[in-house]
Nanobody, 114 residues
């Protein structure tokens, strides 16, 4: 049974930083590409960043240069370091395996507001 548990969200002022974590179980984590997605109110879920099994990364244009995705295979965990946050980054953030979407976790809320 696949389980994806996101954490680390919160309320932050514009320009601030947060680090999100996603703990995965039930998959061969070290062999799996992982990705972060987000869904803002009234909008469709969008892909934010991906990391392959060999740690190649890719980012949406809207977050390039501000967000960094990384992984720690020993902990079956993928991270998203978010810097220079903007109000438009406000969303629920989720992780998943991009080449085979699993059941979505509960996500973690990120709110960027002064």
């Amino acid at each position: 049974q696949v389980q994806l548990v996101e954490s680390g969200g919160g309320l932050v002022q514009p320009g601030g930083s947060l680090r999100l974590s996603c703990a995965a179980s039930g998959i061969s984590f070290s062999l799996s590409a992982m990705a972060w997605y987000r869904q803002a109110p009234g909008k469709q879920r969008e892909l934010v960043a991906t990391i392959t099994d060999v740690a190649n990364t890719n980012y949406a244009d809207s977050v390039k240069g501000r967000f960094t995705i990384s992984r720690e295979n020993a902990k079956n965990t993928v991270y998203l370091q978010m810097n220079s946050l903007k109000p438009e980054d406000t969303a629920v953030y989720y992780c998943n395996t991009p080449f085979r979407i699993r059941s979505w976790g509960q996500g973690t809320q990120v709110t960027v507001s002064s």
